[in-house]
């Protein structure tokens, strides 16, 4: 079965120092992988996506993921946290193969990360 | 403004009661799909659109319905609501397909069903 998982519901970080929210799936062949960002009573917003390619992928708002095959793990990180990137993280997989592949994502259950000050 | 449009953004309904929740998307896209976040849960999808007159079930689509009469429209329709339906709902759209693009989401519409 296609999954994704994200191991820590909460994620505490200083202003300043870096940070990194966990991400491993499975699905069959190769994955599109996402990340998205969801700020308090907002939809969510994509930040960045791994088709195929640098492993090293970069996206909005300073953040950057790397794709891992072997380990299947498509960790976000950033180099320095704000306090402004408190909020809701969702990694999320596109199958590549299967019946209506071309039709979902599969979400993890998301990570909050807290960044004070 | 590229946006997707739901509505209405919180309700509050009783058992039974038939009840509509828009999404309008004014970006010309062709993949619409509707998904349910619930804690600890992540998203859940429920339907989704291809085109214009093509859907079909997501993860749960039990105790729902949507129809594509329209490119820009989606309504998400619960016949006879249950309080197992209280959930925050989320639209998206994506120019193409949801597994490659980028989805475009609106800002959630927020149901209790007593």
């Known amino acids: 079965a296609q999954s994704v998982a994200q191991p820590e519901d909460q994620v505490n970080v200083a202003e300043g120092n870096p940070l990194t929210v966990k991400c491993t799936y499975s699905?069959?062949?190769?994955?599109?992988l996402f990340w998205y960002v969801q700020y308090p009573n907002r939809g969510l917003q994509f930040l960045l996506k791994?088709?195929?390619?640098?492993?090293l992928v970069k996206g909005s708002y300073g953040f950057e993921a790397e794709f891992n095959k072997s380990q299947t793990s498509f960790h976000l990180k950033k180099p320095s946290a704000l306090v402004s990137d408190s909020a809701l993280y969702f990694c999320a997989v596109g199958p590549t193969s299967g019946y209506s592949s071309a039709s979902k994502i599969i979400f993890g259950s998301g990570t909050r990360l807290s960044i004070r000050p | 403004e590229a946006q997707v449009t739901q509505n209405p953004r919180y309700l509050i309904t009783v058992t039974g009661k038939k009840l509509t929740v828009t999404c309008s998307q004014n970006?010309?896209?062709?993949?619409m799909s509707w998904y349910r976040q619930d804690p600890g849960l992540g998203l859940r999808q429920i339907y989704y659109?291809?085109?214009?007159?093509?859907?079909d079930k997501g993860d749960v689509p039990e105790g729902y319905k949507v129809s594509r009469k329209e490119k820009r429209n989606f309504p998400l329709i619960l016949e006879s609501p249950s309080p197992n339906q209280t959930s925050l709902y989320f639209c998206?759209?994506?120019?193409?397909?949801?597994?490659?693009?980028?989805?475009?989401f609106g800002e959630g519409s927020r149901l209790t069903v007593l």
């Open positions: 970006m010309n896209h062709e993949y």
């Open positions: 791994y088709i195929t390619g640098d492993n």
């Open positions: 998206a759209s994506s120019f193409r397909t949801a597994n490659t693009g980028e989805l475009f």
């Open positions: 659109s291809m085109n214009v007159e093509v859907t």
């Open positions: 699905v069959s062949g190769n994955p599109y």
